[in-house]
């Protein structure tokens, strides 16, 4: 049910930023919005629509082994034994320059690729240039917001879990674009017009149905 509003949300913003924000603008700068107009409407409302309905749909609710355990440990503080559980509590350790050159490398060379390919998808697609800006920061925002969400989901399980190499992946090439929305997220929160505006255009159509 969630899935489903946030995604009904994301096509109401995404078709009122269209509608409102990327057609005036790319008629008065090129004079046309697009060659190709279905195509690139179709791809504009529909493809972070998607992308949110996939990020929110795959986060999981907690399993009942979480709910055995959390019980479990719940007992254990309510009644607590003579021996106690022992806990080991991982302290990272501190990177070198040399580590931290490469995490760095890795990280501009994902954070290339990721933007590059949501750059190429739009300008395929025949997104003018000041739609493809826009939609890359929405496209930031949303990933942002759905790995927000996934965490919050992930504070409700106590129980380990294995990552695979797709997760592994994943969050390789997500988290440079991540970090930007959330950079912009944090920045547009100082300016109090921008973010009645963004508030209006993300939050409104949510309300509605909520």
Same mark, same amino acid.
């Given at each position: 049910?969630?899935?489903?509003?946030?995604?009904?949300s994301?096509?109401?913003?995404?078709?009122?930023?269209?509608?409102?924000?990327?057609?005036?603008?790319?008629?008065?700068?090129?004079?046309?919005?697009?060659?190709?107009?279905?195509?690139?409407?179709?791809?504009?409302?529909?493809g972070?629509?998607?992308?949110?309905?996939?990020?929110?749909?795959?986060?999981?609710?907690p399993?009942?082994?979480?709910?055995d355990?959390?019980?479990?440990?719940?007992?254990?503080?309510?009644y607590?034994?003579?021996?106690?559980?022992?806990?080991e509590?991982?302290?990272?350790? /501190? @990177? &070198?320059? #040399?580590?931290k050159?490469?995490?760095g490398?890795?990280? =501009?060379?994902? !954070?290339?690729?990721?933007?590059?390919?949501?750059?190429?998808?739009?300008?395929?697609?025949?997104?003018?240039?000041?739609?493809?800006?826009?939609?890359?920061?929405?496209?930031a925002?949303i990933?942002?917001?759905?790995?927000?969400?996934?965490?919050?989901?992930?504070e409700?399980?106590i129980?380990? /879990? @294995? &990552?695979? #190499?797709?997760?592994?992946i994943?969050?390789i090439?997500? =988290?440079?674009? !991540?970090?930007?929305?959330?950079?912009?997220?944090?920045?547009?929160?100082?300016?109090?017009?921008?973010?009645?505006?963004?508030?209006?255009?993300?939050?409104?159509?949510?309300?509605?149905?909520?």
């Amino acid at each position: 049910r969630a899935a489903a509003y946030s995604t009904l949300s994301v096509l109401l913003t995404n078709a009122l930023s269209v509608a409102v924000v990327e057609i005036p603008l790319a008629k008065w700068i090129y004079g046309s919005f697009s060659k190709s107009p279905l195509l690139t409407i179709g791809v504009d409302i529909l493809g972070p629509t998607a992308l949110m309905f996939l990020m929110v749909s795959t986060i999981g609710l907690p399993s009942k082994r979480n709910l055995d355990i959390v019980v479990m440990e719940t007992m254990k503080i309510v009644y607590p034994k003579e021996r106690l559980d022992t806990y080991e509590i991982k302290v990272p350790r /501190k @990177k &070198g320059v #040399i580590t931290k050159t490469i995490i760095g490398f890795i990280y =501009l060379l994902a !954070a290339t690729i990721s933007f590059g390919f949501i750059y190429f998808i739009f300008r395929l697609a025949k997104f003018p240039i000041t739609s493809v800006i826009i939609n890359i920061l929405f496209v930031a925002l949303i990933i942002s917001a759905g790995l927000a969400v996934k965490k919050r989901g992930e504070e409700l399980t106590i129980e380990e /879990k @294995k &990552g695979g #190499i797709a997760g592994f992946i994943f969050d390789i090439f997500s =988290l440079p674009v !991540a970090g930007t929305g959330r950079w912009l997220s944090n920045k547009w929160k100082r300016y109090n017009a921008i973010a009645a505006f963004f508030n209006a255009l993300i939050d409104m159509p949510f309300t509605i149905f909520v």
